[in-house]
């Protein structure tokens, strides 16, 4: 069964920073697209941030500039890089990943629970 477990998120204050994880466990031949999207109350989700297994991102208009995401594929795991936090991202941020559990399967599309990050003074 596949998991995605992720951290970090928390209060912050405008201007501050934080850096969310999102590790991948269970049954895994491989992992495309990895990102996070969010949602803030009474909003629809939203993309932040994508990261192909090569390496290539793409962002939100919200965030670029700001937010950096990575991944580590050694570690099947994503990361966000949240910088010059507002108080507008304040969401739940959820972690995305298409993953292959075998060899000939086709990929299925997995979420996280959810980490809520909240930017105020």
């Known amino acids: 069964q596949v998991q995605l477990v992720e951290s970090g998120g928390g209060l912050v204050q405008p201007g501050g920073a934080l850096r969310l994880s999102c590790v991948v466990t269970g049954s895994i031949y491989n992992i495309n697209n990895m990102g996070w999207y969010r949602q803030a109350p009474g909003k629809e989700r939203e993309l932040v941030a994508t990261?192909?297994?090569?390496?290539?991102?793409n962002y939100g208009d919200s965030v670029k500039g700001r937010f950096t995401a990575s991944r580590d594929n050694a570690k099947s795991t994503v990361y966000l890089q949240m910088n010059s936090l507002k108080p507008e991202d304040t969401a739940v941020y959820y972690c995305n990943a298409e993953v292959r559990e075998r060899l000939w399967a086709s990929a299925n599309n997995y979420w996280g629970q959810g980490t809520q990050v909240t930017v105020s003074s």
């Open positions: 990261v192909t297994q090569g390496g290539s991102t």
